[in-house]
């Protein structure tokens, strides 16, 4: 059985690596068949393996830069191995200041030492409103190079 100081440090490692915004520490911290849910639904982000989340992720990492995560509140639950947390990011994106709100529950393997699963609850109006505009930007910004 996990104890509640592995699931608080492995919760806390993969807090340090987007903090570090760096894919490989990310991917490290999942285990090899976690699965990655971004909620609401109306979100429209389908769940994903490993491999769908680093294509999904990764792809958007250089468009922001000193990205870092706030610990609000933490609420861990040994008997069931799973981290609930309220975090806010900020960060500096390519069209100026970023910063969003979210509810994560982490779930992890039977040792504690990696997330099997990754529920995800972002600040849906924002994220409804931000996301497309950087693509939009994104597309003005590679035509104008080209």
């Not at 592995?6 to 760096?22: C, E, F, I, P």
Request: aromatic share 10%.
């Amino acid at each position: 059985m996990a104890s509640r100081s592995s699931l608080d440090q492995t919760a806390q490692t993969l807090l340090s690596a987007y903090n570090s915004w760096d894919i490989e520490a990310i991917m490290d911290v999942r285990a090899a068949d976690c699965m990655n849910f971004i909620h609401p639904a109306s979100l429209g982000v389908q769940p994903m393996n490993n491999e769908q989340y680093a294509a999904f992720f990764t792809p958007n990492m250089p468009m922001f830069k000193d990205f870092h995560l706030t610990v609000h509140d933490t609420i861990i639950d040994e008997a069931a191995r799973k981290v609930n947390m309220r975090l806010t990011s900020t960060a500096t994106s390519v069209m100026g200041d970023y910063s969003n709100q979210y509810m994560v529950t982490l779930q992890m393997t039977e040792d504690g030492r990696k997330v099997e699963r990754f529920d995800e609850f972002a600040d849906s109006k924002f994220s409804a409103e931000f996301f497309p505009k950087l693509r939009e930007f994104m597309s003005q910004s590679s035509k104008a190079d080209t």
